[in-house]
């Protein structure tokens, strides 16, 4: 995968755009913001993910001979425009909120400034790449949040839709709060903690699960943990699983991480009557894994009903976030420049959502000074001044009576859209995945509990400078005038 040229990762329409655009002369630098309409999974926010291979994607933008050869094969393409792709290279600016930040509808993910050509054509795979690994950290946050601080291991790479998924995906678990994964490509790759134990068929593949127990325990006696379901959990897996850590101890052969891992049946009264098994042994340190088609309600249950688990592995409805599987991100036009000056655009429809937002713009996240919890995002236009030692309005940009005064002082205000190109220059250095981990965890302390409930989040405002608001106003009025 990482060998791969994604030049022609794109959508069939960005090249023939492109084409147009080229024997017409147009050269005009624009502005495109991505960004999204909906929290996935009813959610009441999202985490942004993917800005590294968005990253790794502009930087090795490229058409080979090859990729010639077969744009020339579809008899769509004219010379002069293949010729001029031979030369192809992103020289614009690129914006981004940073990955692991928490984000909200309608606000841009990344903006894109460059000549039209460059900036139509990075469409579909920023698009590709940020709504599938945002939708991901998503997921993860949610289900991080259920554990209610308890380790979730990612273990979905055999039901992801395909390698990249799996890997990315991971990526994006981990970013959004795993604390590491089964996909060791992805472990490798992004140095992040691999984790996982074994299979039912290493205990089948035994006489007996007892001998299997052993063996394993033998083989890896710093970390045995035992997956106790395969023949009858209370029974045979857990007794057995006890005489085990019966006999390392005996030995003095105690591991540092030890415990169980159930994958079937009632996980709230099997892993009650474990614990209770455990205890009693005097094996009050094992831990209990809890895996099998988990996600952030059932792990949620679970815990309301005082389930003995204190560790979950989630795979399927992680990876491929199964209740939501679309972010829904969307790339429009904001503003094209005109002689010194951008021009803004907007883009209408019957729909409110999905009217645009004009112009050249940035995103500032309004905190409570107090306690550090975010109050609103404001998306001003870039150059608009602000300052926290007076006074701010801020208003619903649909229902706009809805006002609410910020006395001075009482706020704190950062800008979230930070540079990561200029000229077709990379300005911008990643964090490794782990510290990104890291900042997203803040980042999601920064919400209300209100906000982070699984069901029925309270909305965190998202809205637009009087000046934004009044020059997006002056744009449907004067589109109004011209359909009437």
């Known amino acids: ?58 930087k090795n933008l490229r058409f080979d001979e090859e990729d010639i050869a077969y744009l020339r094969s ?97 990526r994006a678990a981990v970013i959004g709060g795993c604390i590491g994964t089964s996909n060791v490509l992805c472990a490798k790759r992004f140095g992040v903690p691999a984790l996982g134990t074994h299979a039912h068929s290493w205990i089948m593949s035994f006489e007996d699960e007892l001998t299997a127990f052993r063996k394993y ?37 105690m591991p540092k991480k030890y415990g169980i891992r159930l994958d079937s049946g009632d996980l709230a009264y099997l892993s009650k009557c474990a614990r209770k098994m455990l205890d009693d042994a005097g094996f009050t340190g094992a831990s209990i894994c809890a895996s099998s088609d988990l996600d952030e309600y059932l792990i949620d249950s679970l815990k309301t009903q005082g389930a003995a688990i204190d560790s979950w592995g989630v795979g399927t409805n992680l990876i491929t976030s199964k209740e939501c599987p679309a972010f829904g991100g969307v790339y429009k036009l904001a503003a094209v420049m005109r002689g010194d000056r951008f021009v803004p655009k907007i883009k209408l429809s019957e729909n409110q959502w999905k009217i645009t ?9 309004i905190y409570d ?33 809805k006002k609410t005064w910020l006395e001075p002082g009482t706020y704190t205000m950062r800008e979230i859209l930070v540079p990561v190109f200029r000229d ?48 997006k106003q002056q744009l449907l009025d004067s589109m109004g005038k011209k359909r009437a």
């Open 369 to 401: 000074k107090s306690t550090g919890k975010i109050r609103a995002d404001l998306i001003a236009l870039v150059g608009e001044k602000y300052n926290e030692n007076e006074a701010l309005m801020l208003f619903d940009p649909v229902a706009t009576w």
């Open 74 to 170: 579809l008899n769509t393409f004219d010379e002069a425009f293949l010729d001029y792709l031979r030369h192809f290279r992103f020289t614009g600016d690129l914006y981004a909120i940073p990955e692991g930040t928490v984000v909200f509808p309608m606000e841009p993910l990344i903006k894109v400034i460059a000549p039209i050509m460059e900036a139509q054509f990075v469409e579909t795979a920023i698009l590709n790449i940020v709504n599938h690994q945002s939708l991901i950290a998503t997921k993860a946050a949610r289900v991080c949040y259920a554990a209610r601080g308890e380790g979730v291991m990612e273990f979905g790479l055999r039901r992801a839709q395909g390698p990249d998924a799996g890997t990315y995906g991971a």
């Open 217 to 253: 325990a033998e083989l890896y006696p710093q970390n045995a943990t035992l997956l106790v379901d395969t023949y009858d959990t209370l029974r045979s897996g857990v007794p057995n699983a006890i005489r085990v850590f019966t006999e390392l101890r005996d030995a003095g052969r």
């Open 1 to 58: 995968m990482t060998d791969q040229n994604l030049t022609l990762l794109t959508d069939f329409y960005e090249l023939t755009m492109m084409q147009g655009y080229f024997r017409n002369g147009t050269k005009e630098t624009v502005i495109f913001d991505a960004f999204y309409r909906t929290n996935p999974t009813g959610s009441g926010y999202a985490i942004c993910c993917g800005l590294d291979q968005v990253i790794d994607y502009i």
């Open 357 to 365: 937002n004009p112009g050249n713009k940035t995103v500032y996240r």
């Open 424 to 471: 077709g220059e990379c300005v911008y250095s990643s964090p490794s995945v782990m510290e990104l981990r890291d900042y997203c965890t803040k980042e999601k302390e920064t919400l209300w509990d209100e906000t982070k409930r699984l069901v029925n989040p309270q909305e965190v405002y998202v809205d637009l400078s009087n000046e934004l608001y009044q020059v």
